[in-house]
C-alpha cells in the first residue's frame, strides 16, 4: 500500500498570498496522483489530476507538479473561498487507493 | 452533467449491516465504473472500493472481509453493504465516480453520515 503524507498539517496564509502545499508518497505514484478540495459539510471537488492538469472548471490560480514520490500544490493569490481543506490521492497502485491526511489552509 | 446522491439510514446498530444506495443520473450506470469511499468525523479519506462497467469488484483489503458493492443497472444506482457494523465505521460516506481514463474520483455525491451505535 502506498502512504501519503502531506505537509503541513495546517498552513495559515493571507489572502492574496501564495500557498504551496506539499505531498509524499511512500514509494513511486509516477504521475498518477490528484488533488482534492473540501469545504466543511461537503464533498471533495476535484482540483488535479495526472499531477499537473487541472479539472473542468479549475481556475488557473490552482496548479500541480511532481512525479514519482514528491508532489506540490500551488495556490497563487488566495481568494477568500479557497481557505478550506486539501487532499491528494494516487491512482498508481492498487488497491487501495489512498489519501493523505490533508492540509487545512488557514487564514492568516 | 452526471450527479450522484447516497441513501440511505443513518443511524446502524454496532454488529448490524449498512445498506447504501448511491442514485446516479445524467450517466449510465454501465459505462463507467463507480466508488464507495468514507470519511470518519474530523478525519481523513478511506477508499472502500468500486464496480466497474462490467459488475466487477475490486475492495480495499482492509475491509474486504466485510464489504458487498453491487449494481442495479434497472434503476442505475449501486449500493454498498458493510457488515458487523463497529462504532470505528461511524463516518461519512461518499458514493463518487472513477474518471474513465484513470484512477481520479469526479464527481462526489453529496455525502451520507452513517452512525454506530450500542
Known amino acids: 500500500e502506498i502512504v501519503m503524507t502531506q505537509s503541513p498539517a495546517t498552513l495559515s496564509v493571507s489572502p492574496g498570498e501564495r500557498a504551496t502545499l506539499s505531498c509524499r508518497a511512500s514509494?513511486?505514484?509516477?504521475?498518477?496522483l490528484a488533488w482534492y478540495q473540501q469545504k466543511p459539510g461537503q464533498a471533495p471537488r476535484l482540483l488535479i489530476y495526472?499531477?499537473?492538469t487541472r479539472a473542468t472548471g479549475i481556475p488557473a490560480r490552482f496548479s500541480g507538479s511532481g512525479s514519482g514520490t514528491e508532489f506540490t500544490l500551488t495556490i497563487s493569490s488566495l481568494q477568500s473561498e479557497d481557505f478550506a481543506v486539501y487532499y491528494c490521492?494516487?491512482?498508481?497502485?492498487?488497491?487501495?487507493?489512498?489519501f493523505g491526511q490533508g492540509t487545512k489552509l488557514a487564514i492568516k | 452533467q452526471v450527479q450522484l446522491q447516497e441513501s440511505g439510514p443513518g443511524l446502524v446498530k454496532s454488529s448490524e449491516t449498512l445498506s447504501l444506495i448511491c442514485s446516479v443520473s445524467?450517466?449510465?450506470?454501465?459505462?463507467?465504473?463507480w466508488s464507495w469511499i468514507r470519511q470518519p468525523p474530523g478525519q481523513g479519506l478511506e477508499w472502500i472500493g468500486y464496480i466497474s462497467n462490467s459488475g466487477g469488484t475490486i475492495y480495499n483489503p482492509s475491509l474486504k472481509s466485510r464489504v458487498t458493492i453491487s449494481v442495479d443497472t434497472s434503476k442505475n444506482q449501486f449500493s454498498l453493504r458493510l457488515n458487523s457494523m463497529t462504532a470505528a465505521d461511524t463516518a461519512v460516506y461518499f458514493c463518487a465516480k472513477i474518471a474513465d481514463r484513470g484512477g481520479w474520483f469526479d464527481p462526489w455525491g453529496q455525502g451520507t453520515l452513517v452512525t454506530v451505535s450500542s
Open positions: 445524467g450517466d449510465s450506470i454501465s459505462d463507467y465504473y
Open positions: 495526472g499531477a499537473s
Open positions: 490521492q494516487q491512482y498508481n497502485n492498487w488497491p487501495p487507493y489512498t
Open positions: 514509494q513511486s505514484a509516477s504521475s498518477n
